[in-house]
């Protein structure tokens, strides 16, 4: 896939102008005038974890101090782990979409998102200077209809699974469209990552789609357990990101601890066993809902989010609160979260949920919307 012609140039300009960012990964030199630890505490026994030789804090942005080697290697890991070309580090799944989102396009481009995207996603779109449309959700015919109408170079932005209803993004119809109209795809799998796929690398990677897909982000606050994202995509993008995107450039970089987390995170997610039991109570509480006669009252999902339909948002208090007496924790979703109307019970399903924890919470709601 060709590069946007406008980042291309903007890259080249900073060559010739003397002004291009790059990563250095660890200081060169021993005395610190640059990092931000302004009372040593880094260093310190106290703040800093007892002899792991590992920093308490990065001391700066990656572009100043806060850069290592140790992050560099994660960031190739990353990529070879998902098999993609390079990778880049963000602090939350929230930031790499600003961080993504706001500098991509330029003015007189088009970025089409789905409209049921991630609240992240939809700030990060407000950010960019490129006109900007949505898309009704996983409607390929209205996403043609805005391809048609739109200018300049186009960005496509979408879900691998949404988190709200617990869907899959239509992704082949998706990337197959894309790539009719030259457009851009932007996928965000965080609730996909550890979840889909061998390895759980995400539902691009099992669906076989990462030629199509120009960017994908990673998050690891959810099925990692951890926090932090991590854009994957050619490594020109990642040389566009570090010259300009702001929440990249002017943030202090994660420190060694959250990496080698990272890592350890990744690490046990290559094992398939966990996540076939997560699937396996997927499935069992998908036929305790069909044998309890309540698959209508449900967003349809195949996925571990699943959404019980409920009639307005002073019901989805009265019955969370009832679900909850019982010792089970669920959230009632409201709007703004979610669309007016469209109020629920969010119930994500777990490995670690029992059988009868389960049959236990059917066995709840079922007592509820009777
Ligand atoms: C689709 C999606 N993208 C991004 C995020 C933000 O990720 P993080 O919690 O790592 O900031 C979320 C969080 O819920 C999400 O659901």
Same mark, same amino acid.
Request: net charge positive.
């Given at each position: 896939? $060709? ?18 960012? $790059? ?103 407000? #950010? ?25 170079t186009v960005f496509v932005v979408v879900e691998a699974l949404y988190s709200m209803d617990g869907d899959e993004g239509a992704l082949e119809d ?34 076989? #789609? ?80 069909? $044998? ?54 969010? #119930? ?15 066995? #709840? ?6």
């Open positions: 896939m $060709k590069e946007p012609d406008f980042h291309i140039k903007a890259l080249s300009e900073r060559q010739t102008n003397g002004q291009l960012r $790059k990563l250095e990964g660890d200081p060169i030199a021993s005395f610190d005038f640059f990092s931000n630890d302004y009372l040593g505490f880094v260093h310190d026994a106290v703040v800093k974890p007892k002899d792991s030789g590992l920093r308490s804090g990065a001391t700066g942005s990656r572009l100043l101090s806060g850069d290592s080697s140790r992050a560099l290697l994660l960031e190739q890991y990353l990529a070879d782990y998902h098999h993609m070309d390079a990778a880049l580090l963000f602090q939350s799944g929230y930031m790499a979409n600003l961080g993504l989102l706001s500098c991509v396009a330029k003015r007189g481009d088009t970025i089409i998102y789905d409209n049921l995207v991630h609240a992240s996603l939809r700030q990060a779109v407000q #950010l960019s200077p490129a006109s900007t449309y949505s898309f009704k959700h996983n409607d390929i015919a209205d996403l043609r209809a805005k391809l048609n109408r739109s200018k300049g998706i990337c197959s469209v894309c790539s009719a109209f030259g457009a851009y795809l932007i996928v965000d799998e965080a609730h996909s990552t550890g979840v889909y796929g061998a390895k759980g690398r995400g539902l691009v990677d099992q669906l076989h #789609l990462k030629d199509a897909v120009w960017a994908r982000i990673h998050t690891f606050g959810k099925a990692a357990g951890i926090h932090g994202a991590v854009v994957l995509g050619s490594e020109h993008l990642i040389d566009f990101l570090i010259n300009f995107s702001k929440p990249f450039i002017y943030t202090t970089a994660l420190s060694d601890h959250s990496l080698d987390a990272i890592h350890t995170a990744y690490k046990m997610m290559q094992s398939d066993h966990a996540r076939q039991q997560l699937w396996d109570k997927v499935r069992y509480f998908e036929d305790c809902l069909s $044998k309890a006669g309540l698959e209508e009252q449900f967003y349809p999902s195949n996925s571990p989010i699943k959404s019980l339909k409920v009639d307005g948002a002073a019901e989805s208090l009265r019955i969370s609160k009832e679900i909850r007496k019982a010792g089970y924790m669920v959230k009632a979703i409201r709007y703004p979260t979610v669309p007016k109307g469209t109020e629920r019970i969010r #119930l994500c399903i777990h490995k670690h949920n029992t059988e009868e924890q389960i049959k236990g919470i059917i066995e #709840l709601i079922r007592n509820q919307v009777r």
